[in-house]
């Protein structure tokens, strides 16, 4: 059973910094991406971690947010930095787990599992 809960969402101001977690449980060393949500948008991609460590990045955050995961304690990062109002939007962290390998790792249908989501609001 394959479970994922995002955390450390919140309110800053222009130029300031968060970084979400998300706890993960049953995914094994999947694939591990960040999406995010804005509303009346579509989901995107924003980054994700391949098995093997290998990263991914959107070009809208590239320099500004980088993913990361600690396989000891289960935990996957994004620390966003440099933030704007374009960046409003609810983030949600998902995995693979599926063996979907054949898929860029930014795709939404690359990954089975999704958490609930943490607002980031930017004003």
């Known amino acids: 059973h394959v479970q994922l809960v995002e955390s450390g969402g919140g309110s800053v101001q222009a130029g300031e910094s968060l970084r979400l977690t998300c706890e993960v449980s049953g995914a094994g060393n999947s694939c591990m991406g960040w999406f995010r949500q804005a509303p009346g948008k579509t989901r995107e991609g924003i980054a994700a971690i391949e098995s093997d460590g290998s990263t991914s990045v959107a070009a809208a955050v590239k320099g500004r947010f980088t993913i990361s995961k600690d396989n000891a304690k289960n935990t996957l990062y994004l620390e966003m930095n440099s933030l704007t109002l374009e960046d409003t939007a609810m983030y949600y962290c998902?995995?693979?787990?599926?063996?979907?390998?054949?898929?860029?790792?930014?795709?939404?249908?690359?990954?089975?599992?999704w958490g609930q989501g943490t607002q980031v609001t930017v004003s």
């Open positions: 998902a995995a693979d787990a599926s063996g979907r390998w054949y898929l860029e790792p930014l795709r939404i249908d690359r990954y089975k599992y």
